[in-house]
């Protein structure tokens, strides 16, 4: 083992601790230099000094230095995890996002019915306008009732239409909580 292979095994051995490793690495290499310079070959040096783990424990202890806590995960170990939660979460966000689709849709085919219904009551209301009055029921009705059917039914249909724009409404709103709780 060479002096240098000897001082970097030290260097990481030391590294698990907190506090001043340069300079004990420093000293070391003096210490190995004056040892060597004494005619010690490194074996003879290692055997003196001990293992660069040994000798780093020796370090710790002599000048008080704390083991640092481990830091967490390593980098490429989140990431593998982060991509396997993504392929292990994609159904579920697949099925949110299909609701939150279907939600829509189904918004959509409320106003969509809303404004049908609305021109189909008044469209209606017409045609049976123009139809009853050639019956001779609706002239009997029309007449003993003096044209109340007709208001009936156009009153009806307003309010069928305020109703449902009342759901929309509603629906609206709880679609607009949804997605603000998806945000956060």
Known sequence: MSKKMYLDRLWSCLSQYEGDIAEQIANYEIIIDELLGEGLSMEQIVERLGTPAMLASEIADEFNFEYKKNEGMPKNLKIVLLIGG?????PFIG??????????????????GMLALIFGAIASTIFIWTDATTTMLFKTIVSLTGGSVIILICSLSYFMARALSKIIQYLLSVCRELIKKIKI
């Open 95 to 112: 099925t949110i996002i299909g609701f939150l689709l279907a939600g829509l849709g189904i918004i959509i085919a409320f106003f969509i």
């Open 86 to 90: 993504v392929f292990i979460c994609l």
